[in-house]
């Protein structure tokens, strides 16, 4: 106990110098700027400002880059909510509830407990990373291929359940969605798969480009369809304070969403991108009135906002104690530190006690900035998102072009997001939820990677995904989900929720 | 919004015009990393790039081109304008293994560049998980040999360093195990340091941390003199199999037919950034190698190359090895 305090007062110590608050606010506030504008991720951003932090301490630059990517993830719900686009895989939940919400002139409050409830989150999952930083690490390492073959089948019976509209639409989609993923190099042989000899689809297609496409691209076009129903809430925010009743509604929900964000947040693989849904869900499945989901409930914007910032965080984990990145924007992180001469590992706790606590502390004061910048500045926020939409379509399309464009530095990535714009107004038009396919793409990579490797670990035997205690557990769990999605009692229920 | 701004201010370089090699560089100079930000090549770059742009006095700046076991940047680079603003840095996979690898590559690493030096290499250790029975390289190869297909290797995906160089063990050695692919040296350390596989090889500056932190262990290092940042790793010839030598070299290259006055300045400018004293600091911190003063000339280079896609075609043509 001496001595977690003892870590954190050096952590503070560090974080608060002069420098490195100015360093984290700047991070805070690039990071929610890039969040809030639809095309321009965390990852772009970073990789771009790499090059500006050679002139600064390894500790201030790690700070700065740390900020973007958590006021990302801040800035990313603004504009989910506002205008109905996910700047992130992670922020696709909050779209269902916050946007409508924002429909009933309750954006103001929306933005207010997305807010409120990501700095609960950040600030519990602070203490998670100084408390257990080090013995949670062992929970990652328990999870070979199989297991996260079985977390990842998991992952997929929720995005079934969550879905709206027809299950058989939602299945269709994640099959779709993992389909999209087996384009490319094939792992484990090298040949192509699916890439018609275009060279440009030898690695694949891009999470960006997809994301990018079927959500931004083709919620514009659908947007020029109906000019009159524009989904960007132009009408009043409303005032940001959640009331009394709000609050009380949404405080417990943002409490379990900050344990389930925290737990899938620490595993490799990105993890953190199960957070929201799996909190979703949830939500959903313990609420008295589920049918209130999907129609503006703000436990459904609490509890997956909540569970967003947690992974966001605990994602750092792995990182900081074992310097194995859980995902890009960590990877991302990892380069930066060995820019600085810095290797990530379990040495860096003993080598730069200073750097380790140091950006933990500042993690906390990052996201008390984050509030401030946040509530105060919604309204600029807001105005940036006003901008009418001749202006708007226009600068959203070009920012999304640049960001989709520096990513790999090419010009056939925009393309074929246009091109999957275009596929997404399809599916929207034939009534079918993009959000399955995208997480059935984000998951089919890894998934099959795991798959593969996990068969070729058991020379071939499928038992190994059920004799294995953990992967065993989390197949029955997802069993068990999907028998009750598809009782005939529950589905009849469910089926009323999601008609409107 | 940088990106912007970058655009603006390439449009203007552009409008530039022709600049002449007696000013050369009067603009700034793009050096291509066929890899992603991050990796042990893109480190090497940018400290490399960092020190050659001061004595050049213009701006090196790094841009990233991933994709195709980073075979996309270097034919971009094969492309661009022999005009000397266009360079990159080459690697092992990129101008040893990428010919033998995939059959329809569009350049020809002997034929399309113009050496300007080599840069850094990052020596390959063999490193196996924590528990393996076994105290030595001589245990370990042994154990390896006899249990032929039951030990699982662990790589970072067809053509990466980490899968080529363990072919060549695998060839030396004659073992015969079973290969477990991975997406990236992260997910495949991350299975070695859990015990979900075997064993791996890879370059020092990814196991430098996780060997020292007792996580993993190194059975030997394949370079003929141990390394400062590891030097209780013997060396492979110490270890017992001196024919194993290998590492992901690391190696500047101009477009075929850049002038001969260009390639050497910027050749004096990489000798220059590998004898200052923090450049050099901060590459061997991370575990390079950096070359001697006859390693550091652009003909040196030239037939390092050569003899590079001589070893690795037998190698990986042997294995059926093929990414397309």
């Not at chain 1, 639809?38 to 600064?56: K, N």
């Not at chain 2, 090699?21 to 793009?30: E, H, L, M, N, W």
């Not at chain 2, 050049?56 to 094969?78: D, S």
């Not at chain 2, 661009?80 to 990159?88: C, F, H, L, N, V």
Request: aromatic fraction near 6%; glycine fraction near 12%; charged fraction near 15%.
């Amino acid at each position: 106990m001496e001595q977690f305090v003892d870590n954190l007062a050096l952590g503070f110590s560090t974080a608060l110098s002069l420098k490195n608050i100015g360093l984290c606010f700047l991070g805070c506030l690039v990071g929610t700027l890039i969040g809030v504008l639809p095309g321009v991720g965390p990852i772009a951003t970073i990789a771009m400002l790499l090059p500006v932090t050679f002139g600064i301490d390894p500790t201030g630059a790690l700070i700065m880059l740390a900020g973007i990517y958590y006021g990302a993830q801040y800035g990313g719900s603004t504009t989910a909510i506002l205008v109905n686009i996910p700047g992130e895989a992670t922020s696709v939940v909050t779209t269902l509830d916050g946007h409508q919400m924002a429909r009933q002139g309750r954006a103001g409050v929306a933005l207010g407990i997305a807010a409120i409830g990501s700095f609960i989150a950040g600030s519990i999952a602070t203490l998670v990373i100084a408390a257990l930083g080090a013995p949670l690490t062992k929970l990652a390492l328990l999870f070979g291929p199989a297991e996260y073959f079985s977390l990842m089948v998991m992952g997929l019976v929720f995005a079934v359940v969550l879905a709206r509209g027809s299950l058989p639409k939602a299945i269709a989609m994640i099959v779709v969605g993992l389909l999209l993923s087996t384009v490319g190099t094939d792992l484990e042989t090298g040949q192509e798969r699916l890439t018609f000899g275009i060279a440009e689809l030898s690695d694949g297609v891009d999470f960006a480009v997809l994301a990018m496409g079927i959500f931004g691209f083709a919620e514009i076009i659908r947007n020029l369809e109906n000019p009159e129903t524009r989904d960007v809430v132009r009408g009043k925010i409303g005032r940001l304070l959640p009331s009394k009743e709000d609050f009380k509604q949404a405080l417990p929900p943002i409490l379990r969403g900050t344990g389930l964000g925290a737990v899938l947040g620490i595993l490799p693989g990105n993890g953190a991108v199960l957070g929201p849904f799996a909190s979703y869900t949830l939500e959903k499945k313990i609420a008295k009135e589920p049918s209130r989901f999907g129609r503006g409930a703000i436990e459904g914007i609490a509890g997956p906002e909540a569970a967003n910032n947690a992974g966001a965080q605990t994602a750092f984990i792995p990182l900081l104690t074992l310097g194995i990145p859980p995902n890009a924007v960590m990877a991302l992180m990892v380069g930066a530190m060995t820019i600085h001469g810095i290797i990530p590992g379990p040495q860096v706790v003993t080598k730069n006690p200073q750097l380790f606590w140091g950006m933990i502390a500042s993690m906390w004061v990052g996201n008390l900035m984050l509030l401030i910048i946040n509530l105060p500045l919604v309204g600029l926020w807001v105005r940036l998102l006003k901008v009418p939409y001749s202006l708007l379509y226009p600068a959203i399309l070009l920012f999304c072009c640049i960001g989709i464009y520096s990513i790999n530095n090419s010009t056939s990535d925009v393309i074929f997001t246009a091109f999957f714009g275009l596929v997404g107004y399809a599916l929207l038009k034939f009534g079918y939820e993009p959000a399955p396919l995208l997480l059935g793409f984000v998951l089919g990579k890894l998934m099959e990677e795991k798959l593969r490797q996990a068969l070729i670990l058991s020379r071939g035997s499928f038992a190994t995904f059920v004799e294995r205690p953990v992967s065993g557990g989390l197949l029955l769990v997802a069993a068990i989900m999907l028998v009750i999605a598809l009782l005939p009692a529950i589905r009849k229920g469910r089926d009323e929720v999601f008609t409107e | 919004m940088k990106s912007i701004l970058s655009a603006l201010g390439l449009a203007a370089v552009l409008a530039a015009g022709p600049a002449w090699a007696q000013s050369y560089p009067a603009k700034p100079i793009t050096m291509i990393v066929p890899f992603a930000a991050g990796g042990p090549t893109d480190v090497i770059a940018r400290i490399v790039a960092d020190s050659m742009s001061k004595t050049l006095g213009q701006q090196i700046v790094v841009e990233n081109v991933a994709g195709a076991g980073g075979t996309t940047g270097t034919t971009r680079a094969a492309q661009s304008a022999p005009d000397g603003y266009t360079i990159m840095m080459g690697h092992m996979g990129t101008h040893g293994a990428a010919p033998a690898l995939y059959p329809n590559l569009k350049y020809d690493p002997t034929k399309d560049f113009e050496p300007i030096g080599m840069a850094a290499g990052t020596p390959i250790l063999i490193v196996a998980k924590k528990n393996f029975p076994a105290k030595d390289l001589k245990e370990f190869l042994a154990k390896a040999k006899a249990d032929g297909d039951k030990i699982n290797e662990a790589h970072a995906g067809i053509g990466s360093v980490s899968h080529t160089t363990c072919l060549l063990l695998n060839a030396q050695a004659g073992l015969k195990p079973t290969q477990v692919p991975f997406r990236g040296t992260g997910p495949a350390l991350n299975d070695l340091v859990s015990g979900q596989v075997d064993f791996m090889c890879d370059q020092i500056v990814n196991l430098v941390e996780q060997i020292k932190g007792g996580n993993i262990k190194a059975y030997a290092i394949a370079t003929p003199e141990r390394s400062p940042a590891l030097p209780d790793v013997p060396t492979t010839k110490e270890a017992g199999l001196p024919e194993y030598q290998v590492s992901a070299w690391n190696a500047v290259f101009a477009p075929k037919g850049a002038p001969k006055d260009i390639t050497a300045k910027l050749n004096d400018a990489l000798g220059k950034a590998l004898s200052d004293e923090n450049t050099r600091k901060r590459l061997l911190d991370l575990g390079a190698v950096l070359p001697d003063k006859a390693g550091q000339t652009q003909e040196a280079l030239g037939t390092f190359v050569a003899q590079e896609v001589a070893r690795w075609t037998p190698v990986i043509k042997a294995a059926g090895a093929v990414a397309q």
